[in-house]
């Protein structure tokens, strides 16, 4: 079996379980290679390939990671868009128990791509945040792990780090304790936040228990959390920890919009540039919620999408508040050309449908933002009245913060390769 062990002689006419144990004994973790070509009882079962019956996910995946001999360097990526470290609006936000090390986002990244984190074995965090899509879907609402519909639509993860969850940062506007993770905030940090999906009991339907349990068991865990976090210990603080650490990882810096950040959009075509001027300025007033270089928002702001909120209350079901009713936290609009359907329950399909919301259609809810009220009065939505010419150039700027390099990058890809 050695001589199959080498990467470049695992060739098609091998049969499928010996490939798959070849993968795994590949696998390289702490620059040691883990045990298995030489093992003679190792259980063959564990390598069997992961059987799915997710519509979505038809290819066959290696059954343990196979990562990079030399660990990537997560905890510097956010250092490396320097246009971001100079930015004071937005500050990149990581707690000061849970930093981003270099081994606990390589944890997380397994962690975020592995099944195992749902009941059956075949949904994973990715399933519904996929790398392609910018880390959400392309569903209106997205399919759990037994064919199920989420209540709300997939969030994007981009440069999520930037969300200041406590209220304290951003451009000291914050304040409110009303910033958090979800559309709705319910959750006040990233690690809150990650162990949430894996209980629900639509998207993973998992007890931490059992979850810990069969991590506990699984062979390529055990160095993971071992030089994550000095011991092989599997607890759900820890999964939480790592999985938070990846995400705060997957910062997009590479967009024509960065490029324009450091080239006085020079880069930009003259539409490019007026629908910047349209986002930013009087004309559109996108800016005022969705602000700073992250395109992110300070506070959850209802944008008049039905003018009576009946079914989903976004934030009024955390407060209590009727007078947070209709209130939603949105994503990052960065990568937003990838991440249709929009808003929360994915109700507008085309980003030409999102301007014109915003140009016609914005309905007079009593808890209207006053960003989008005609002299002040929740009763008469602003109307923005922009041309053809203008919508269009405005939906060509926010094409402009597409990140290419962000969506195939391998320091954020599926670790479980799919075999041949
Ligand atoms: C079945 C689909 C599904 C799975 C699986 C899933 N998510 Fe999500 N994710 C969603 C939906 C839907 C939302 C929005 C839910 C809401 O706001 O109520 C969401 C929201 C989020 C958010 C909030 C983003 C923000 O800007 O506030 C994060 C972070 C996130 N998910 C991470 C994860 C992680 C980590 C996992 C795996 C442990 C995971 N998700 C598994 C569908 C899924
Ligand atoms: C009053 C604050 C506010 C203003 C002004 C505003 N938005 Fe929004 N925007 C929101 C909120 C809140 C949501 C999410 C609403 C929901 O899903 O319930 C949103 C959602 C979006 C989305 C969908 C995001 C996603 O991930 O689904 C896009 C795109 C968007 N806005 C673009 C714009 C543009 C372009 C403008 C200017 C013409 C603009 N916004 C002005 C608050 C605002």
């Not at 620059?31 to 066959?60: E, K, Q, R, Y």
Request: glycine residues 6%; charged residues 20%; contains cysteine.
């Amino acid at each position: 079996m050695k001589t199959f062990c080498n990467l470049q002689t695992v060739q098609k006419n091998v049969p499928f379980a010996i490939r798959a144990l070849c993968l795994l004994a590949t696998v390289t973790l702490l620059g040691a290679t883990v045990a298995g070509c030489n093992s003679t009882n190792a259980p063959i079962d564990a390598f069997l390939p992961i059987t799915t019956n997710n519509s979505t996910a038809t290819a066959i995946e290696s059954a343990a990671p196979i990562l990079p001999a030399t660990r990537i360097a997560y905890s510097t990526i956010h250092l490396l868009p320097a246009h971001f470290v100079n930015d004071n609006a937005a500050r990149y936000v990581a707690p000061a128990d849970n930093p981003v090390t270099d081994a606990g986002a390589t944890l997380g990244r397994v962690l975020f791509y592995d099944k195992k984190l749902s009941l059956n074995n075949n949904t994973a965090c990715a399933t519904c945040h996929k790398q392609e899509l910018a880390f959400t879907d392309n569903k209106r609402l997205s399919e759990g792990f037994m064919g199920g519909q989420t209540r709300r639509h997939s969030m994007s993860l981009n440069n999520i780090a930037y969300i200041d969850a406590d209220g304290g940062g951003g451009n000291g506007r914050g304040g409110a304790a009303t910033m958090g993770f979800f559309w709705d905030t319910r959750a006040a940090t990233l690690e809150i936040q990650a162990l949430a999906p894996i209980q629900d009991p639509t998207e993973m339907g998992m007890t931490l228990d059992s979850l810990t349990k069969r991590l506990a068991q699984t062979d390529y865990y055990k160095p993971l959390f071992a030089s994550a976090f000095g011991s092989a210990d599997v607890t759900s603080d820890r999964i939480a920890k790592a999985l938070a650490q990846f995400m705060r990882s997957l910062i997009t810096y590479r967009s024509k919009f960065d490029i324009g950040l450091q080239t006085n959009f020079q880069n930009f075509t003259a539409q490019e540039n007026r629908g910047r001027a349209i986002f930013n300025g009087r004309d559109g007033n996108c800016a005022t919620c969705h602000g700073t270089r992250q395109l992110i928002m300070e506070r959850p702001e209802n944008n008049g999408l039905d003018a009576v909120s009946t079914t989903d209350l976004g934030l009024a079901e955390v407060t209590g508040n009727q007078r947070d009713a209709g209130r939603f936290r949105v994503p990052s609009l960065r990568n937003i050309e990838l991440t249709a359907p929009y808003m929360h329950d994915g109700r507008l399909l085309t980003l030409e449908d999102v301007v014109e919301h915003y140009n016609s259609r914005v309905q007079p809810h009593p808890n209207l933002s006053n960003q989008l009220r005609a002299n002040n009065q929740a009763n008469t939505p602003r109307r923005l009245n922009l041309s053809t010419a203008d919508k269009q150039a405005l939906v060509a700027f926010l094409k402009t913060l597409t990140d290419a390099e962000f969506i195939k990058d391998t320091r954020f890809s599926n670790p479980f390769a799919v075999l041949p």
